[in-house]
């Protein structure tokens, strides 16, 4: 049973590039959620995926947006790319089952570097 | 904005010694996590602590949480030195949404 996977591993990119980070859910989970760690911080909610919609958003601006395909896959895209982007991005799958929170799952996430 | 706060920041202890990480947490939860990350990869995830429950352990991980002090602790008993990594607690914010807030983590070494 493959569990959460992310691709790219690594990615450097120059200030003012677009970037697409993309995550496979665990089998069976239905809920993709999006964090950024920066260096020595714990991760940062980015934004939620439910049935393809964004059902919540952390404080971060409209340059991060993201999308959910029908086989629960997802990706994260943020456009006019700042230094401050640097970071790990982590990409957390779980199962919301009627209204009932179960653990989440995180991927190995993508080192992205913005120089 | 960070909803949980561990301590201490750093932890250094000897293999077999036992280590105790803590957290606080502001607002009212549904449960807290707990996960540990190592050298900046992925989280893997150890415990899930509902707010009706006070005690629980896995393996040589025992969490305890105490709402009435909004606080948990994790404690690790007979530690390995593969036990060295950051550790992180997060909570759902009452929303029982899955959207997470995570404090900034303890820095466990346990040396051998």
């Known amino acids: 049973d493959a569990g959460v996977t992310q691709s790219p591993t690594h990615l450097i990119k120059t200030r003012g590039q677009q970037v697409t980070l993309r995550c496979s859910p665990k089998s069976g989970h239905d809920t993709v959620s999006w964090y950024q760690q920066a260096l020595g911080q714990g991760p940062q909610f980015i934004f939620q995926?439910?049935?393809?919609?964004?059902?919540q958003r952390g404080n971060f601006p409209d340059r991060f947006s993201g999308h959910q395909f029908p086989n629960y896959s997802s990706e994260l895209n943020v456009n006019a790319l700042l230094l401050g982007d640097s970071a790990l991005y982590l990409c957390a799958s779980s199962l919301d089952e009627r209204g009932i929170f179960y653990e989440q799952y995180f991927g190995p996430g993508t080192r992205l570097t913005v120089t | 904005s960070q909803q949980g706060e561990e301590d201490p920041q750093a932890l250094s202890i000897q293999e077999g010694e036992n280590a105790t990480m803590n957290c606080s947490y502001k607002?009212?939860?549904?449960?807290l996590q707990w996960y540990r990350q190592n050298s900046g990869r992925g989280l893997v995830h150890l415990i899930l602590?509902?707010?009706?429950?006070r005690e629980k352990h896995s393996g040589r991980l025992r969490v305890t949480l105490d709402t009435s002090k909004k606080s948990s602790s994790l404690l690790i008993t007979a530690s390995r030195a593969a036990d060295t990594a950051s550790y992180f607690c997060?909570?759902?914010?009452?929303?029982?949404?899955?959207?997470?807030?995570f404090g900034q983590g303890t820095t466990l070494q346990v040396k051998p």
């Open positions: 607002t009212s939860i549904n449960n």
């Open positions: 602590i509902r707010s009706n429950e």
């Open positions: 997060a909570t759902d914010r009452g929303g029982n949404t899955g959207k997470l807030i």
């Open positions: 995926y439910y049935e393809e919609e964004e059902r």
